[in-house]
């Protein structure tokens, strides 16, 4: 195995999270593959996070020395993001989380159009994609349904792509706001946001997109990319959780989420989480294209193993146009939800692609846009690589996937919605 594939932390405890139960008792090391819904915390980062929060208890936004030293934190968290972005600092605003960004998004330019156009005749027009992550899906309906826009969703192709055709078909005069994410968190693919933002620029209607899953895995240069509004996130890229940031290309209106304070710059009130946003940004230094260029590689020998020893695999991410760290594959005639139960009996964490609300599992709305049919959607699983992923993690992973289906223990026809979801 070359030695590349392996990272120097990769036994340090981000790599096995929940290895160990009650003080005293050590239980078998869990396999952790679902590094697209969040990702370990780096222990270099909690250590500065750590330090900060031990140290810089100030109000930010106070002017004594303290608050001062609290804002420096801030500041150099938000330069380094910014560097890493293509863009000046002062456009991009903290949050707590990517999905408050996207609802400031959504919710700020419609409002915003509505104030300036007085009482229109039709509500302002947003349009989607319909593969979007559901904090602009359930936003956009929201909106929807309380008669505030009126809503567009694309469809995509067989490999869950945006045309730029199909988007500037979809434009009217009355659109003002665009939302394609940058890559989807289910099955990979890169979205032409060069492309779809040219339309948009063309029509003059803004352009956003949530680009929490592509962020520091593709590059993204604000400076030349036609994008307007930009999410990101922190626990995707090894950060913690709870700190997001939303860049606002400068000109752009967006009338606010939160009142209360005037804290970024107006954008966003509310008091910052100094320590979370430091670590966001110790997250970004510490993410380099080595590791990138690692995860890739141990992503494609994943897919040539699995289909080596499991030959009638299907693999739903594209095979080129697509993030690093994801893969997600089905077996027909096996029930996903049931191999994501089987494979974390087995301790190895992945995730299947439904969507579940309360105890009811639905099929993934992504893999449906992509054209599977809801059996095809109900046999997907997504396995997703990070900085403390081993080639032997994916030696495991397989051996322990040929065993499950060996066992028949995942057949679709036992009747899975007896199982606790």
Not at 20 to 35: E, F, K, M, S
Not at 191 to 204: F, I, K, N, S, T
Not at 249 to 257: F, H, N, S
Not at 374 to 398: C, I, K, M, N, W
């Amino acid at each position: 195995m070359p030695a590349d594939l392996h990272h120097a932390d990769a036994t340090g405890p981000a790599a096995r999270p929940g290895a160990r139960g009650r003080v005293g008792r050590a239980r078998r090391p869990r396999i952790y593959l679902d590094n697209a819904a969040s990702t370990p915390v780096d222990p270099e980062v909690a250590a500065r996070m750590h330090e900060v929060q031990l140290h810089q208890g100030a109000n930010p936004a106070s002017v004594h020395r303290d608050g001062l030293r609290a804002a420096r934190e801030v500041e150099l968290a938000r330069a380094r993001i910014a560097e890493r972005l293509g863009c000046p600092p002062e456009t991009l605003t903290f949050t707590g989380c990517a999905t408050e960004a996207n609802n400031m998004v959504l919710k700020g330019v419609v409002w915003s159009a509505t104030a300036r156009r007085g009482a229109p005749s039709r509500p302002p027009h947003v349009v989607v994609s319909a593969i979007e992550h559901p904090s602009i899906l359930d936003v956009a309906a929201w909106l929807e349904r309380s008669g505030q826009a009126r809503v567009t969703r694309l469809p995509v192709d067989r490999q869950g792509r945006v045309s730029a055709d199909t988007l500037a078909a979809a434009l009217d005069d009355d659109t003002v706001l665009v939302s394609v994410m940058h890559v989807n968190n289910e099955v990979g693919t890169i979205q032409p946001l060069a492309e779809l933002g040219a339309v948009c620029r063309d029509r003059g209607v803004l352009f956003h997109s949530d680009a929490c899953q592509g962020f520091l895995k593709e590059t993204l240069d604000l400076s030349t990319l036609p994008v307007d509004l930009l999410t990101i996130n922190a626990h995707k890229v090894h950060g913690p959780k709870g700190v997001g940031a939303l860049y606002q290309r400068p000109g752009v209106e967006l009338t606010p989420l939160l009142h209360g304070g005037g804290h970024e710059s107006g954008r966003r009130s509310g008091t910052l989480n100094v320590a979370g946003i430091a670590g966001f940004g110790e997250a970004v230094v510490r993410y380099t294209a080595d590791e990138v260029d690692r995860i890739g590689a141990l992503r494609d020998l994943l897919v040539t193993r699995l289909s080596t020893r499991i030959p009638d695999l299907r693999i739903h991410s594209p095979p080129t146009g697509a993030v690093c760290n994801i893969v997600n594959l089905a077996v027909p005639g096996h029930s996903g939800k049931k191999l994501f139960m089987a494979l974390d009996r087995r301790g190895i964490q992945v995730s299947s692609s439904s969507a579940c609300h309360s105890t009811k599992l639905t099929p993934s709305h992504v893999l449906l846009a992509m054209g599977l049919d809801d059996r095809q959607a109900d046999e997907a699983l997504r396995v997703s690589l990070g900085r403390f992923t081993r080639p032997e993690d994916l030696d495991a992973l397989v051996d322990a996937l040929v065993d499950i289906l060996e066992s028949g223990e995942t057949l679709a026809d036992r009747n899975p919605d007896r199982e606790r979801p």
